[in-house]
């Protein structure tokens, strides 16, 4: 599953990315919404008290000092919940998709494989002694 989403990222497929994007805008609420109604209280449990939430102040007695690290740790789990959702129900049933279309086109499925990169710069060494000879 991991290095699907590796693929993915990596492949530059940019109608998927586009997808992605408008449904992570759209799953961006309800996770936030999630996050700020189940996991915030849990942290709460963790630092009783609080009144201005999980962090610290960089001078003492100052509000305007305050470095909330909750915020960050919620922004955190609303991203990694948000990209973990659009991988597995969007991008993960439309690469099976794609697979099933292509078997059935009977297109191969795996692309010849890539050059290495010293079989690239043996190419290259050899195109530069053609060069500098003729």
Known sequence: M???????????????????FVIGAAFATLVNTFVSAIIKPILAIITPGQTQGFGFHLVSGKAATF???GVLINSIIVFVLTAALIYFLLVVPMNAINQRRAARAGAPEEEPAAPTETELLIE??????????G
């Not at 290259?124 to 000879?133: G, P, V, W």
Request: glycine residues 6%.
């Open 124 to 133: 290259i060494r050899d195109l530069l002694k053609a060069q500098s000879r």
């Open 2 to 20: 991991l290095k699907g989403f590796k693929d993915f990222v990596l492949r530059g497929n940019i109608v998927e990315l586009a997808v992605a």
């Open 67 to 69: 470095i909330d690290i």
